[in-house]
């Protein structure tokens, strides 16, 4: 899987640029603020119709224009999808060949990314949500049913959460008509994570041990969200008729898969509190590469893997090893970086200068 295509007007301060690619690796190479992290912003956005950034659409549209386009081309078991958005004040139009998009989901049977932000350090070191956020993304990128699931579990939660908040009287039957659904829904989240989680741990070990180069021992475990072990229906049932009490009080659900928590360790501690910052870039990195890793095999395909400034975030000896890791994998990248480190990337990678929102392609050096 790669991107053959990319095209923006007025996104961001791109106003206008167009490049062409083969699979080889991409570099973006510029100063800060001059427009790299944009183009890997359109190019995500493409792919998932949404932005990393959480940016509303009209943040997205340069500041003088009225609206902005996206194209991309992206071959997948060498067959050709153009996908293509218009975005004009608060209106997102999304067209896949040609046609209207009505579903985003079915944008993951088309193209599948995996990306590192450095807001992507959360994922160590942030809530509890960060790490939620990770994990249901990598299982959303193969598993349609998981998607549902958690769509259909955060709409009741919702409306759980607003009975709970209502007067004096509480109408139980149809608090028992939400139970039934939370545990119904909560059960498919909490089977696709913990399924999901057994078959990365092995590989984000690995990584995290190449990557260290160290005798650090990283070791990870999903905590469910209830307070009861036990078969999870069950255990979901009784959670939540304890709860009831502080709940109501609260006015809102305590306990289930939306109070979950990755849990990661290095060498027995608490990663969020032990781990140095080198430690806790590298979890994310080899969380990365695990994901990319698993879901290569899964989707019989290697998702494009999309690294913004990364070599900031490590040293010289770790950036090698990540590299060489990524290679390992033959994913298409695509790489933003100020210059000022070089990058262990091969020859034939394509490398293009941003300056001031201008896309330029560089010759490759021999």
Same mark, same amino acid.
């Given at each position: 899987?790669? !991107?053959?295509?990319?095209?923006?007007?007025?996104?961001? %301060?791109?106003?206008?640029?167009?490049?062409?690619? +083969?699979?080889?690796?991409?570099?973006?190479?510029?100063?800060?603020?001059?427009?790299?992290?944009?183009?890997?912003?359109?190019?995500?956005?493409?792919?998932?119709?949404?932005?990393?950034?959480?940016?509303?659409?009209?943040?997205? !549209?340069?500041?003088?224009?009225?609206?902005?386009?996206?194209?991309?081309?992206?071959? =997948?078991?060498?067959?050709?999808?153009?996908?293509?958005?218009?975005?004009?004040?608060?209106?997102?139009?999304?067209?896949?060949?040609?046609?209207?998009? #009505?579903?985003?989901?079915?944008?993951?049977?088309?193209?599948?990314?995996?990306?590192?932000?450095?807001?992507?350090? =959360?994922?160590?070191?942030?809530?509890?949500?960060?790490?939620?956020?990770?994990?249901?993304?990598?299982?959303?990128?193969?598993?349609?049913?998981?998607?549902?699931?958690?769509?259909?579990?955060?709409? $009741?939660?919702?409306?759980?959460?607003?009975?709970?908040?209502?007067?004096?009287?509480?109408?139980?039957?149809?608090?028992?008509?939400?139970?039934?659904?939370?545990?119904?829904?909560?059960?498919?989240? %909490?089977?696709? #994570?913990?399924?999901?989680? !057994?078959?990365?741990?092995?590989?984000?070990?690995? =990584?995290?041990?190449?990557?260290?180069?160290?005798? /650090?021992?990283?070791?990870?475990?999903?905590?469910?969200?209830?307070?009861?072990?036990?078969?999870?229906?069950?255990?979901?049932?009784?959670?939540?008729?304890?709860?009831?009490?502080?709940? #109501? /009080?609260?006015?809102?659900?305590?306990?289930?898969?939306? =109070?979950?928590?990755?849990?990661?360790?290095?060498?027995?501690?608490?990663?969020?509190?032990?781990?140095?910052?080198?430690?806790?870039?590298?979890? $994310?990195?080899?969380?990365?590469?695990?994901?990319?890793?698993?879901?290569?095999?899964?989707?019989?395909?290697?998702?494009?893997?999309?690294?913004?400034?990364? +070599?900031?975030?490590?040293?010289?000896?770790?950036?090698?090893?990540?590299?060489?890791?990524?290679?390992?994998?033959?994913?298409?990248?695509?790489?933003?970086?100020?210059?000022?480190?070089?990058?262990?990337?091969?020859?034939?990678?394509?490398?293009?200068?941003?300056? %001031?929102?201008?896309?330029?392609?560089?010759?490759?050096?021999?």
């Amino acid at each position: 899987m790669y !991107i053959e295509y990319l095209a923006a007007t007025n996104f961001r %301060n791109l106003h206008s640029f167009e490049i062409s690619i +083969s699979n080889d690796p991409v570099l973006l190479i510029g100063a800060n603020a001059q427009g790299k992290t944009n183009i890997l912003e359109a190019l995500a956005l493409c792919a998932t119709a949404r932005s990393f950034r959480n940016a509303k659409i009209q943040e997205l !549209i340069a500041s003088d224009a009225k609206h902005a386009s996206l194209t991309a081309r992206f071959n =997948r078991h060498h067959v050709r999808h153009d996908i293509s958005l218009n975005l004009t004040g608060n209106q997102k139009t999304i067209r896949v060949d040609g046609r209207s998009l #009505r579903q985003i989901t079915k944008l993951l049977d088309l193209v599948n990314i995996v990306a590192f932000f450095p807001d992507d350090l =959360r994922i160590a070191k942030g809530s509890p949500e960060e790490r939620r956020r990770f994990l249901d993304r990598t299982i959303a990128n193969h598993r349609p049913d998981f998607i549902d699931a958690a769509i259909s579990y955060a709409r $009741v939660l919702k409306s759980r959460n607003t009975l709970l908040r209502s007067s004096s009287f509480l109408d139980k039957k149809l608090l028992a008509v939400y139970d039934d659904q939370l545990i119904n829904y909560g059960c498919i989240v %909490n089977s696709a #994570r913990c399924e999901t989680l !057994i078959a990365l741990i092995p590989l984000a070990v690995f =990584r995290f041990a190449e990557i260290m180069n160290s005798k /650090a021992e990283l070791s990870l475990s999903l905590f469910s969200g209830l307070p009861i072990s036990g078969d999870y229906s069950l255990a979901f049932r009784e959670a939540l008729s304890h709860s009831y009490s502080q709940d #109501r /009080a609260r006015g809102m659900t305590t306990v289930g898969p939306h =109070r979950a928590d990755l849990r990661m360790y290095i060498d027995g501690r608490d990663a969020r509190q032990f781990a140095s910052q080198g430690q806790q870039r590298s979890i $994310v990195l080899s969380l990365k590469l695990a994901e990319l890793e698993y879901l290569k095999s899964r989707l019989g395909t290697t998702p494009i893997l999309l690294l913004d400034d990364v +070599s900031s975030e490590l040293d010289s000896e770790r950036t090698l090893s990540f590299f060489k890791a990524t290679a390992s994998l033959g994913s298409q990248m695509w790489v933003s970086t100020t210059g000022a480190i070089t990058l262990p990337l091969p020859e034939s990678t394509q490398r293009f200068s941003v300056e %001031n929102g201008s896309v330029n392609r560089l010759a490759i050096s021999r």
